[in-house]
């Protein structure tokens, strides 16, 4: 840790310059950071730290009164205790109270979970159900990337160096949304498989994380769903659409097989009785 460079900036200006200056890291609340750092496996040497840029830390409503605006900066806490997210994105109050203990919900950020790109974060699934978009920001301006246009690879944003990532925005949403996670246990786990869905007047939308080196949407099982088939059929469609990565926390095959699984049980929860 000691041959580690870091700057602090105290507002999103002076993060931006610093920046475009000086080829550096943003962190925040460092969860990730000291994990890689204790296995030796942490890569950027040179760091700047935004956690007290307050700018960032904003939950509300954008202008237009129908969009949810998500500052970087806000942590899972903030997410559990936000009336805005209660109200407009339950699925990520969810996903929020199963990541890690009350000390990663304190200090992990929503920005830092989405900038990371681990296929194992938990509100990936959540954002890429949703349609949110990405808010990036340099001194040369600002960028709305979609969500699911964000990621170029395992860990890899479209961002330039220069660009910092400032907050997430999600649509109203119309429809019964649902997040599953799947691990060795209940909570404090990274995830073997988590799903998020939206079932609602239009074509559903399902996501998936840790299937896949990003998290991923699966728009063959959405039509099928969308076209009015059985979910005894789109349960084939999926099992054929989706080709799992096997890693040291699972193996392909029961991810497949548990994928099925969640999709059969946001169906059945959310078909009307």
């Known amino acids: ?35 890689a750092a204790q296995f030796g496996t942490l890569v950027p040497r040179k760091l700047l730290d935004i956690w007290n840029v307050k700018e960032l830390r904003h939950i509300g409503m954008a202008a237009d009164g129908q969009t949810l605006v998500i500052g970087a900066l806000a942590t899972y806490t903030d997410v559990m205790y ?24 304190n200090r992990g950020t929503i920005g830092g979970n989405i900038a990371n790109g681990s296929p194992a974060g938990d509100s990936l699934p959540v954002f890429a159900a949703a349609d949110a978009v990405v808010v990036v ?26 660009e910092l990532l400032v907050a997430v925005e999600t649509p109203d949403i119309d429809g019964a949304q649902g997040f599953r996670k799947v691990g060795t246990r209940a909570a404090q786990a990274i995830s073997k498989i988590a799903m998020a869905a939206i079932r609602g007047p239009k074509s559903p939308r399902i996501a998936f994380g840790s299937l896949a080196a990003t ?17 005894d059929e789109a349960a084939r469609v999926l099992a054929a659409e989706i080709n799992p990565i096997d890693d040291v926390r699972s193996t392909a095959e029961y991810r497949k097989r548990v994928a099925v699984n969640l999709l059969r049980w946001f169906w059945e929860e959310t078909t009307p009785a």
């Open 1 to 35: 840790m000691s041959e580690l460079d870091l700057r602090r900036a105290s507002s999103l200006g002076e993060a931006l310059t610093i920046l475009r200056d000086e080829a550096r890291t943003p962190v925040a609340g460092a969860t990730d950071l000291y994990v």
């Open 82 to 105: 936000s009336a805005f997210v209660h109200d407009r994105l339950p699925m990520l109050v969810t996903a929020a109270r199963l990541v890690g203990g009350v000390q990663i919900q």
């Open 137 to 162: 920001r340099s001194l040369r301006g600002e960028r709305r990337i979609p969500f699911n246009k964000f990621y170029a690879g395992y860990r890899k944003t479209v961002m330039e160096p220069d």
């Open 215 to 231: 998290v991923i949407r699966v728009p063959k099982t959405e039509a099928a769903l969308a076209s009015g088939k059985g979910i």
